[in-house]
């Protein structure tokens, strides 16, 4: 019934499906519709759609989406996946089962660090990527929270755009030299107090509140990310992770197991220091390895043909 499974409906398990219901390709989307920048006010760094709202995004794509009728996009996740008669025996939790190629494409969730209250805020006043949030807090006093050489650099990211920056470490600062020599050039002051709690209004300030009984109150906060795997399938299939828990995957989106491929913030080549976490970047990615995937397919499928 389907040649492709993508599990996953975010930037790049949309932009994939396109790719491939534009040739026809029998293609079932599966996405739960709970995307990772969902708390996120706006997308940036996509020319075109700079600012906008990623629900509107996503809402626009599912209806671009719908005028290919090779193309079934259902609001399911991929439950189980296993290799079958030359594909995948997948299993989704509507119940449908297919034996299709397969693009993974489930994201990451972000941890945050144990501190109260930076759940209710995040996306709408603490956030990780300068990239995405950085210019709209230029020029105005923010706190990063850690005090190892990620934190600091992500301060010093940060520090380009004119930032007043107090780096909250959250205990002893755990930095190398060379990293604290970068803060000292750039007059970002350290503060080591324990932080309990942090609270304040949407999109307008952040409150930390640190030990014994002071406050800091902050334009942002910003602290390094820590995504991690939002499904279990890459695992499941024998993928090989990287260090940091991204899916290694080469230059044309193939993961390590044959038929299997993955986009999006979810993997990385080796020669790529982080997962492409914006969305246009993803969004590309599924668009290369939709195209890799279909051309194996079609290859397959036209010489198995000839006489």
């Known amino acids: 019934m389907f040649d492709v499974v993508i599990a996953g409906g975010g930037p790049a398990g949309l932009n994939a499906a396109l790719m491939l219901g534009r040739v ?4 079932l989307l599966a996405d739960d519709g709970q995307p990772r920048n969902a708390l996120s006010a706006a997308v940036h760094g996509f020319l075109s759609r700079d600012g906008t709202d990623p629900a509107e995004i996503r ?21 189980a996946a296993a290799p079958a008669d030359g594909g995948f025996e997948v299993t989704m939790a509507d119940g449908t089962t297919a034996q299709p190629r397969l693009l993974l494409a489930t994201g990451v969730t972000d941890q945050l660090p144990a501190v ?30 850690g005090g190892d050489d990620q934190a600091v650099h992500l301060a010093l990211n940060l520090a380009r755009l004119g930032c007043d920056i107090i780096m909250c470490s959250n205990g002893p600062i755990q930095a190398s030299d060379p990293a604290r ?23 307008r300030y952040v409150r930390l509140h640190l030990a014994p009984g002071q406050t800091l109150e902050r334009h942002a906060l910003f602290i390094p990310p820590a995504p991690r795997q939002r499904s279990g399938l890459a695992e499941e299939l024998g993928c ?20 299997v491929y993955a986009a999006g913030d979810m993997c990385r080549t080796p020669a790529m220091p982080y997962p492409a976490a914006q969305v246009i970047m993803a969004a590309a990615q599924g668009a290369r390895a939709a195209g890799v995937l279909d051309q194996e397919l079609l290859f397959t499928d036209a010489y198995s043909r000839a006489p």
């Open 240 to 259: 090989t992770f990287l260090e940091d828990g991204a899916v290694q995957v080469n230059e044309l989106g193939q993961t390590t197991v044959p038929g």
């Open 181 to 203: 020599a970068a803060l000292a050039a750039h007059q970002i002051r350290i503060c080591e107090d324990p932080v309990s709690r942090v609270d304040g209004e949407l999109g």
């Open 116 to 145: 109260d209250g930076l759940a209710a805020l995040w996306g709408r006043g603490v956030y990780h990527c300068p990239y995405c949030h950085g210019w709209e807090a230029r020029e105005q006093k923010v706190a990063v929270l």
């Open 59 to 79: 809402r626009t794509a599912r209806e671009e989406l719908a005028r290919y009728p090779s193309i079934q996009a259902r609001d399911t996740t991929v439950q």
């Open 24 to 27: 026809g390709r029998p293609v």
